[in-house]
């Protein structure tokens, strides 16, 4: 509608955010295709109406991997989840209770 258009850009937050993917460090399938470029699309984003980005995480090192990269946000634009996805719970059963607590230190 007009009304939307005289607004700007629609603003949503992105609720999964795979920005740990290689693809934002220029790998592609193992392979280099171009340089870093998570900078970029992050500016993209915001530009499009973007206001937050919740970075999501699978294991305790992309926990602490995602973390990271939000401490270094000087924006407050990213924020991480602290979890295991389903698909990889053989982690937190190899891990046991040490790893469950090293999850809950990070929440």
Excluded: W
Aim: hydrophobic content about 35%; proline content about 3%.
């Amino acid at each position: 509608s007009s009304e939307m258009a005289d607004n700007g850009p629609l603003r949503s937050i992105d609720i999964g955010g795979n920005m740990l993917d290689t693809m934002f460090q220029g790998v592609y399938r193992g392979k280099e295709k171009h340089g870093a470029d998570l900078p970029q699309v992050l500016s993209r984003a915001k530009l499009s109406g973007v206001i937050a980005i919740m970075v999501t995480a699978g294991t305790l090192t992309e926990s602490r991997k995602a973390h990271l990269l939000c401490q270094n946000d000087q924006e407050n634009f990213l924020f991480s989840t602290v979890g295991v996805h389903p698909t990889r719970c053989d982690e937190l059963e190899e891990g046991g209770e040490q790893y469950l607590q090293d999850l809950l230190e990070m929440a």
